[in-house]
């Protein structure tokens, strides 16, 4: 079980990510499809500067990232800025702020839109910091699963706001960094393989 620090540890320049998060009560995160084809486009202005996407999966009461911050030269470069040391702190601030960016950009919408008033999220996104190749593939099944958790669907290709069909078609445009976890799996049949034999546990 994971503690309440470990969910909430400093972000790092170049170094991997659980991010996810969840809405109070009986309310949604994504109501209909605008939503989430809304969220996405927000994802890509917000993020893909800072960090690339190795899965992603948006459900109604919940969304789930795996991620992989970029280097702090590549961003400055981005940027234009110029470099700087950083104290960790400042270094978890830098890297919080375009994710922050991107829920109050969506929470605003999405409040405006159902003339709602309040926090949608619960809390800060819970982010869990990944080390270990199989962890590292573990949470990249997950993330996949989720619409199945859930009985949304009996596969998981048949979710819509998720990054697996990304990783079925090569020839698919995407946000998501297919090549990293591609890198893990000997043909796209043995990735396919590998979330059905967790699947069927």
Known sequence: METKTSLYENFEFEQTYHLFTRV????LIF???GNYDYFLRQLSK????YLEIYAYCLVPQRLSLLICFRSKNEIFKHFDLPENE???EQEHKFLMQPISNLLNSYSKAYNKMFQRKGALFIDYIKRERIDEEGQLKNIFKDIHQIPLQHQFVKSS?????SSFNAYLNANKSTKVSK???????ENTQDLIQF????QTL
Request: charged residues 25%; glycine residues 6%; aromatic residues 20%.
């Open 24 to 27: 109070s009560g009986n309310e």
């Open 179 to 185: 090549n990293f976890m591609l890198g893990f799996f």
């Open 46 to 49: 917000y993020l893909l500067p």
């Open 157 to 161: 290709e048949e979710w819509k706001y």
């Open 195 to 198: 979330h059905k034999i967790i």
């Open 31 to 33: 109501r209909k499809e």
């Open 86 to 88: 950083m104290s960790a």
